[in-house]
Nanobody, 123 residues
């Protein structure tokens, strides 16, 4: 199983930008970010293919968030711009099983998870 450690979460104001990082023991073909707000289920945010050519975003973050990966460093990133109070959540890095190449949005498709990093956006 892949080991994942997120960092970069903090308190920010609406309109600010923030970059989350995920240090991985290895990057699998499909990596993703999810988030969980207080009292809500864990929801898909973004995912990226093995070569970075394919990315998928939740409608709520499309145009504001950018997922990227650096395989040389075993790092996954989430650049978040124009943050809104509704973006407040714990953000999780996740990995699909190693050889899988299909990008999926469902939580069950990802088998490795980090411990999460808190992002709080105030209005």
């Amino acid at each position: 199983q892949v080991q994942l450690v997120e960092s970069g979460g903090r308190w920010v104001q609406a309109g600010d930008s923030l970059r989350l990082s995920c240090a991985a023991s290895e990057l699998t073909n499909v990596m993703g970010w999810f988030r969980q707000a207080p009292g809500k289920g864990r929801e898909f945010v973004a995912a990226i293919s093995w070569n970075g050519d394919s990315t998928v975003y939740a409608d709520s973050v499309k145009g504001r968030f950018t997922i990227s990966r650096d395989d040389a460093k075993n790092m996954l990133y989430l650049q978040m711009d124009s943050l809104e109070p509704d973006d407040t959540a714990v953000y999780y890095c996740a990995a699909r099983p190693g050889r899988v190449t299909v990008i999926r949005r469902d939580r069950a498709a990802f088998t490795s998870w980090g411990q999460g990093t808190q992002v709080t956006v105030s209005s």
